[in-house]
């Protein structure tokens, strides 16, 4: 999709509600892996099915294991910082947690967390590496623990605040995925209704991102200034 770079800039300088819905694409400079790639011999798309995981639950929680020891050394690239930065909401198909850990506040995990086990019977909730090395029980009601992260077949997070936030912004960003899949086709149909300016981006997300924000950096550096 083109678009004039400047509009843009002079668009979301003045936005104040920017909305991001986001996918691998994004962090793809932060070195990871998009769902048509493979882990370890194994197609993420094909590992992240229910059927799939449920017929072989060894070898589906042996893979995870590996991926979140890999993911945990990926970092937040300059596309994620810049959203932090700037407050801006994101709706992200992704499960590294990248914009969490860029300090991004306002996110919106749709598929869940890859760095989380959730009880299947209390759903209790922690971190990975809480985890013993061997156990998928959980110690509060001995209850299966299970990756926190939506597989495909299952209904995604929190999308009644998604929709929320596409009912209400007044710009969105599209960065590292193309909307095709349910439900973000939904929340594409609704800023399309609203008739918000969106704007795409599907390569180099790290460079271009940063630089339509640069408006809003030059004018956050003179307010401090003064």
């Not at 156990?135 to 929320?164: F, I, N, T």
Request: positive net charge.
């Amino acid at each position: 999709m083109e678009y004039n770079v400047r509009h843009v800039q002079d668009f979301l300088k003045k936005a104040t509600r920017i909305l991001a819905i986001t996918g691998a694409g994004i962090s793809r400079a932060s070195g990871l892996p998009v769902m048509s790639s493979e882990f370890y011999g194994i197609r993420l798309e094909h590992l992240f099915s229910l059927e799939h995981a449920q017929r072989h639950q060894n070898e589906f929680e042996r893979y995870y294991r590996k991926m979140t020891k890999e993911f945990l050394h990926a970092e937040p690239n300059a596309a994620h910082r810049t959203l932090a930065r700037h407050g801006v909401h994101v709706i992200t198909q992704n499960i590294d947690g990248l914009d969490r850990r860029a300090g991004n506040k306002n996110v919106i995990e749709l598929h869940g967390n890859l760095h989380a086990v959730r009880c299947r019977t209390c759903g209790y909730r922690l971190p990975v590496f809480q985890m013993t090395a061997s156990s998928w029980q959980c110690m509060r009601c001995h209850g299966a623990l299970w990756p926190d992260v939506v597989l495909e077949g299952e209904a995604v997070y929190d999308l009644w605040k998604a929709v929320c936030l596409a009912s209400t912004c007044s710009a969105a960003l599209v960065v590292g995925t193309r909307l095709e899949m349910s439900p973000l086709v939904k929340l594409l149909a609704i800023l399309r209704s609203r008739h918000v300016p969106i704007w795409q981006i599907n390569e180099t997300a790290e460079q271009l991102v940063p630089i339509l924000f640069q408006a809003r950096e030059l004018d956050d550096e003179c307010v401090t200034l003064v």
